[in-house]
Structures are given as C-alpha cells and as structure tokens.
C-alpha cells in the first residue's frame, strides 16, 4: 500500500510504495490521461500534471530515486512450516514531489475523472478500436483517489487537522474550474514555497493550499495575461514560460 508523509523540510510530500504499488499508480496515470496530446483539451494541464509526477514515480520503481527495506513478517519458523526459503525484508522505493504540485493533482483530478471516461471502452466504440476496459477505470479512479488522500493526510500532518478540514470543506463547496488551468501557476507556488524560510513553511503551505482550492484574483490576471501573450504569439498557454519563474538547483526536501 502506497505511504505518504510531509519530507523534512516541509517542501514536499514523500510516497512510498513496493514495485507494484508504483507501478499499477504509474499505470493508472497513464491509462487515465489517455494518449490525446492536445493543448486545446479541457484537461490538458491537469494531464500534464499527473505525468510530471508520473514520470518520477516510474523513475522511483526503476532505482533511479531512494530505495530502503522493510520487515515483510517472514521468520525461520514460517519458513519451515511452507518449506520455503524467502527474504525476511522487502524493497521499497521512495520519491518526493513538491507540495503545491501533488495538492493540484489531488483537486484537480476529481474534476477530469468524467472527461478521462472517453479512454476506456464504451458502447460507441469504433470498430476495431481498442480501449482499456470500464473495470480499469473503475480501478484506476480508485487508485488515483487514494493517491489524493495520501496527499491530504501528508497535508494534515503539517498544518494540523482542523486547518486541513477547512480547505477541504473550501474545495468542495468551490465552484472553481480545473479546465484550461494555467499551470504557470503551481510553477510560481512552488517557487514560492521553495523560497519560504523554514519558519514560515508551514503558514506559507496553508496558504498554498487554500490558493489551489479556490483561485485567488491572481491566478486569474495571470491566465488573463497568458491568453493575451497566447494570442500575440499564436500559440497555446502551455507553450510559454515565464523567465522569472526559475527552480533552485537543488532542492532541500
């Protein structure tokens, strides 16, 4: 079963998980994302949002991040009793993703769910078409859903319970659109919160958070100022970056 918790620093959220529970989460992802690569989908952002985070996972189970073990149980006395010989500790891969980005995935992903439906198998399926059954959908929601609530328990243990239970209660009665979203934005919360002293990471997190559950004016003069460049460079929000928005070299999780 996955495990998450807040790293050292308050920077991110830590998930740990076996071979397998990172690989049916990586291909959950993947199945609900789809193939479509189009910038001009609703859920384009929140697409690309899982797999920034996919892609590490998929790094985490291939060695490429932390690796530790831990105790799985097996004694010489079980052993003996099924005559089998097997290892008493098993393998578990370990990988961070900053706060404001797994936040995002959580809320945004309920939203996409309905949209993500159309890849996988329907009654108005083409002839020859192959699509991923409905029982994977129904699996890989299950499996994304308990990647959001990892994200929140993670959450709750720095800013407490009561806190956490307010911005829940702040998303769920918002009526905010995770459609179109700029992610320009969780760049410009991560950074923020990168840059926060560790004293102030906490109050900083939290107010994070409350952002991502209900987009402040900011967010929407800085969608508005995208769409303006958009159309000037005739390209879509996605396309463009902004230079001031600049990841440390290295990050103290």
Same mark, same amino acid.
Not at 38 to 50: E, I, K, M, Q
Not at 62 to 91: A, S, Y
């Given at each position: 079963?996955?495990?998450?918790?807040?790293?050292?620093?308050?920077?991110?959220?830590?998930?740990?998980?076996?071979?397998?529970?990172? &690989?049916?989460?990586?291909?959950?992802?993947?199945?609900?994302? $789809?193939?479509?690569?189009?910038?001009? @989908?609703?859920?384009? $952002? =929140?697409?690309?949002?899982?797999?920034?985070?996919? +892609?590490?996972?998929?790094?985490?189970?291939?060695?490429?991040? %932390?690796?530790?073990? =831990?105790?799985?149980?097996?004694?010489?006395?079980?052993?003996?009793?099924?005559?089998?010989?097997?290892? *008493?500790?098993?393998? &578990?891969?370990? =990988?961070? !993703?900053?706060?404001?980005?797994?936040?995002?995935?959580? =809320?945004?992903?309920?939203?996409?769910?309905?949209?993500?439906?159309?890849?996988?198998?329907?009654?108005?399926?083409?002839?020859?078409?192959?699509?991923?059954? &409905?029982?994977?959908? !129904?699996?890989?929601?299950?499996?994304?859903?308990?990647?959001?609530?990892?994200?929140?328990?993670?959450?709750?243990?720095?800013?407490?319970?009561?806190?956490?239970?307010?911005?829940?209660?702040?998303?769920?009665? @918002?009526?905010?659109?995770?459609?179109?979203?700029? *992610?320009?934005?969780? %760049?410009?919360?991560?950074?923020?919160?990168?840059?926060?002293?560790? #004293?102030?990471?906490?109050?900083?997190?939290?107010?994070?958070?409350?952002?991502?559950?209900?987009?402040?004016?900011?967010?929407?003069?800085?969608?508005?100022?995208?769409?303006?460049?958009?159309?000037?460079?005739?390209?879509?929000?996605? @396309?463009?970056?902004?230079?001031?928005?600049? +990841?440390?070299? #290295?990050?103290?999780?």
């Amino acid at each position: 079963m996955l495990r998450f918790k807040p790293t050292e620093h308050l920077t991110g959220v830590t998930i740990q998980g076996d071979l397998q529970d990172f &690989y049916e989460l990586t291909e959950s992802i993947y199945r609900i994302t $789809g193939i479509v690569d189009d910038p001009t @989908s609703a859920y384009y $952002g =929140v697409r690309n949002t899982l797999l920034a985070i996919c +892609y590490d996972i998929r790094h985490a189970y291939m060695g490429d991040r %932390d690796i530790f073990t =831990v105790e799985n149980g097996m004694n010489q006395e079980i052993m003996r009793w099924h005559k089998m010989i097997t290892p *008493t500790n098993n393998v &578990y891969y370990s =990988v961070n !993703v900053l706060f404001p980005l797994a936040i995002f995935a959580a =809320v945004s992903m309920q939203q996409a769910f309905p949209s993500a439906r159309k890849f996988y198998e329907s009654k108005n399926m083409e002839e020859g078409e192959h699509l991923p059954p &409905y029982s994977d959908y !129904v699996h890989d929601k299950a499996y994304l859903n308990q990647f959001a609530a990892g994200v929140w328990q993670a959450l709750g243990e720095v800013i407490g319970g009561l806190e956490l239970e307010k911005i829940i209660r702040s998303w769920e009665n @918002s009526y905010d659109s995770y459609a179109c979203y700029a *992610t320009q934005y969780i %760049d410009k919360c991560n950074i923020e919160l990168l840059k926060a002293p560790l #004293e102030k990471r906490k109050d900083k997190l939290r107010n994070i958070a409350k952002r991502l559950v209900k987009a402040p004016q900011a967010y929407y003069t800085l969608l508005r100022d995208l769409r303006t460049a958009a159309k000037e460079y005739n390209t879509d929000i996605y @396309s463009l970056h902004d230079s001031r928005l600049e +990841y440390p070299e #290295e990050i103290e999780w």
